[in-house]
């Protein structure tokens, strides 16, 4: 398991919920909950992608950062195993902070 882990900002927009996880996307919700449910669907989409299409598209404008790929690849393995995603995104701390646990 890599060290490396994305930033996570909690953010609100128009009486919105906006989680973004830094070099990857944000979701927004109206509650915390369904903004951290987006995030992962969000990223299960992009594993998914990842995973059958492999870096190839992800060096289309610039190089890829190799620390984001290999994080890209660790969750996607969590994903194929049949493992929750969550606690790799967020980390066990923050999904205590974030009322997901």
């Known amino acids: 398991m890599s060290e490396f882990t994305p930033s996570l900002r909690v953010d609100e ?15 927004d919700g109206p509650t915390l909950q ?5 995030l992962v669907r969000k990223m299960l989409v992009t594993l998914l992608a990842f995973r059958s299409s492999g870096i190839s598209g992800l060096g289309v404008v610039r190089r890829p950062d190799m620390e984001l790929v290999a994080f890209l690849w660790e969750v996607g393995e969590i994903a194929a195993a049949g493992g929750d995603i969550r606690e790799r995104l967020f980390g066990p701390s ?8």
Do not use: C, K, P, W
């Not at 999904?95 to 646990?101: F, R, S, T, V």
């Open 13 to 27: 927009i128009a009486g919105q919920v906006r989680l973004s996880l830094d070099g990857f996307f944000s979701a």
């Open 34 to 38: 369904e903004a951290a449910d987006e």
């Open 94 to 101: 923050g999904l205590a902070a974030l009322g997901l646990q």
